[in-house]
């Protein structure tokens, strides 16, 4: 039997032959393509040629594209549809993955040629986006330890490799809570409930095996639980639950593993020079430094929290009218924030839902893409890894552009959240590649025959992660390294955030916000309460987001701390955290820094970007309006298709003229 994860794939777009590819054929997939990767990368430092820059830095480009192809297919198998098999797998691919990397960036014959080809830079005519390649390359190599000596070196390979490790168990670990909890309903219970909930409990509930409905800790399920049900009981149970997510003891409890991982990246900072893990982690980042990030958010911080103290005298009033003593608590927030919103913006997320049908937000997203970049989508009929699935071909003047794969519904086997992920990357060296981008969600599936509602918020979501597609099919540049988006973590967020400000575009919305029953647009009025009530309530969301992002920026910016949760209180209580608000994602639960450190000190990063994308769309405002043909094109040239062949602030300044300040973001909040 031939792998078929190892052979060509004779299929529409070489998309990966998902039908054929079982479970088992990973594992040797992995160990040859990656000892064909070491071989390569062997083949690469000891060339007796002289370095030059195709020899070495283009040679390193290619030399684990096959070990790449593998896991770009497996880890999105691991992420949307996990298995215990896969996770297995995934836990013994993280450690040699991990070996691997280090080994590359530890090869002193490796780096001295890279070193060399650095020190020759300005004679070597390199074009901008290779002198960009070899910056960042040799960049990559100091940071990840090249130039440690003897017994550091060898510590450094070790905390690589248990970071890996750890990160890993994190995510496993909140997977396993977030599956273990359920609260079952009885008929009472669905009392104050709007259908759609109604329904999602009951398909949760059939999931699960129960007799009735139930709720989950799926986002999408949990969140309208705690906005809409009266039973102040069922809110306080479900709400500690969500909250205590990989901090309920036993064997998935993640509390030791949060200290022992910010122990490890501090003793790993200090090996490299760097005064703090956030140090380390910023100079590669926009914003550089964690005074700069700790500035913003102070500055977001200081107008968000009196909006949110405001919000919530309000709201505790609204309890105590209610004939409950005692204070406003953190499960009261989402369903009294919801009642208020009913008397003030006479807006009631069930009487909005009908208008965001899944397939025709689909088609608002795609119908933007068309109207901004000449984008045209077609429908593919082709073997996926599950049956919820859909692909589409973009293609633009009858060239192909990409395939996107739309994998929307919530379902045990997929992890919780909303990703883009790149299944295949745009490049050109080595063969013109275009790429095969995916976008999970984890929307409530409907019943059987029934179409697919949305909660605006699920829109945007769509909206977003369609933001960070449009980054990956537009890409082009020629080195996958700096591809799509392949860049700085707090420029990242800027297409799909700014991607997100066209559902709030009226002509968008009266063309797709179509009633699932009716087939009628939306009307003006519901529209505008719709789009008025985009700034409620953003004191609590600001608030919610800044916290977390000051807990992880303080967890990273000095000495690790003894007590991860000791040191997030302490840091709650500096700020003075209003009382029934809690950070957006507990430490046990904080899978954007714990399982993995792509946002390790950088979960500001969101806010960072929205910086950039309140003060981008402002631009479509003061030119010819959101499809300004002229901005739409340089928003392409300068940020969706240069990946990170320049500095990010360069992108933005070619786009934009000048930088932002932080005003078009406190405006777009309403905290102006
Ligand atoms: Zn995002």
Not at 19 to 28: G, R, W
Not at 79 to 100: C, I, V
Not at 574 to 587: E, V
Request: proline share 5%; net charge negative; with cysteine.
């Amino acid at each position: 039997m031939t792998n078929p994860l190892l052979s060509d794939w004779d299929t529409p777009f070489q998309l990966p032959p998902f039908a054929e590819i079982s479970d088992d054929d990973f594992e040797a997939a992995v160990h040859e393509t990656l000892a064909s990767a070491r071989a390569a990368v062997d083949a690469v430092a000891n060339n007796p040629e002289a370095p030059s820059f195709e020899n070495t830095v283009e040679a390193l480009e290619l030399a684990d594209a096959d070990l790449g192809r593998v896991l770009g297919v497996f880890y999105n198998l691991a992420g949307a549809d996990s298995t215990e098999k896969r996770q297995e797998l995934q836990r013994a691919f993280s450690p040699l993955l991990a070996a691997y990397s280090s080994d590359v960036s530890m090869n002193k014959e490796l780096f001295e040629r890279v070193e060399t080809l650095w020190q020759q830079r300005d004679s070597l005519n390199l074009n901008d986006e290779q002198a960009r390649v070899l910056e960042l390359c040799r960049r990559g190599f100091v940071r990840a330890g090249a130039q440690l000596e003897g017994d550091a070196r060898e510590r450094h390979r070790e905390i690589k490799a248990r970071l890996a490790v750890l990160g890993t168990e994190f995510g496993q670990n909140l997977l396993a809570d977030e599956r273990e909890w359920s609260m079952p309903l009885s008929e009472d219970d669905l009392e104050g409930l709007p259908d759609f909930v109604i329904a999602a409990a009951r398909s949760a509930g059939e999931a699960l095996g129960h007799e009735g409905p139930a709720v989950t800790l799926s986002r999408s399920l949990i969140v309208p639980f705690l906005q809409f049900s009266p039973r102040r009981e069922l809110r306080k149970t479900a709400f500690e639950a969500w909250v205590a997510r990989g901090a309920n003891g036993g064997e998935t409890d993640n509390r030791e593993i949060t200290r022992e991982t910010l122990e490890l990246r501090a003793e790993r900072a200090a090996l490299l020079g760097y005064d703090s893990y956030a140090a380390y982690k910023l100079e590669t980042e926009m914003a550089k430094t964690p005074e700069a990030v700790h500035d913003l958010l102070m500055q977001v911080w200081n107008k968000a929290k009196p909006a949110a103290e405001a919000d919530a005298e309000v709201l505790a009033e609204m309890l105590a009218k209610d004939g409950i003593n005692g204070p406003l608590e953190a499960w009261d927030w989402f369903y009294y924030a919801e009642k208020r919103r009913l008397a003030e913006h006479d807006l009631d997320e069930a009487e909005l839902k009908p208008y965001f049908q899944l397939d025709r937000m689909i088609e608002a997203a795609f119908d933007c893409a068309n109207r901004l970049f000449g984008l045209e989508a077609r429908a593919l009929d082709v073997p996926l890894y599950h049956p919820d699935c859909c692909a589409w071909e973009f293609t633009r003047n009858g060239e192909h552009i990409a395939v996107f794969i739309g994998d929307y519904f919530a379902r045990a086997s997929k992890r919780s959240g909303a990703w883009c992920s790149a299944m295949r990357s745009q490049k050109k060296l080595g063969g013109d590649v275009r790429p095969i981008v995916v976008n999970v969600c984890n929307f409530a599936k409907p019943p059987e025959g029934e179409p697919a509602l949305l909660s605006y918020d699920d829109a945007r979501t769509l909206f977003h992660e369609f933001g960070h597609a449009l980054h990956q099919m537009l890409s082009d540049v020629t080195y996958e390294s700096i591809s799509g988006t392949s860049v700085a973590r707090d420029f990242v967020e800027l297409p799909s955030q700014l991607y997100e400000h066209w559902l709030e575009v009226p002509e968008v919305l009266e063309k797709h916000a179509i009633h699932a029953e009716t087939g009628e647009a939306i009307p003006a009025d519901l529209m505008k309460r719709l789009l008025d009530a985009q700034t409620y309530n953003t004191g609590f969301a600001t608030v919610e987001y800044v916290s977390s992002a000051l807990v992880d920026l303080a967890f990273h910016d000095g000495p690790a701390p003894k007590d991860t949760m000791a040191r997030q209180a302490e840091v709650l209580d500096g700020i003075s955290m209003p009382y029934a608000i809690r950070m957006r994602h507990a430490t046990p639960g904080f899978a954007h820094v714990f399982a993995g450190d792509g946002y390790a000190s950088a979960y500001y990063s969101y806010m960072w970007s929205e910086v950039m994308d309140a003060d981008a769309f402002k631009a479509f405002e003061e030119g010819e309006g959101p499809f300004d043909p002229a901005l739409a094109k340089r928003l392409e040239e300068h940020i969706l298709s240069a990946g990170g062949s320049r500095d990010p602030e360069e992108l933005y300044r070619a786009f934009r003229g000048r930088m932002p300040s932080v005003d078009a973001l406190l405006e777009g909040r309403g905290l102006l």
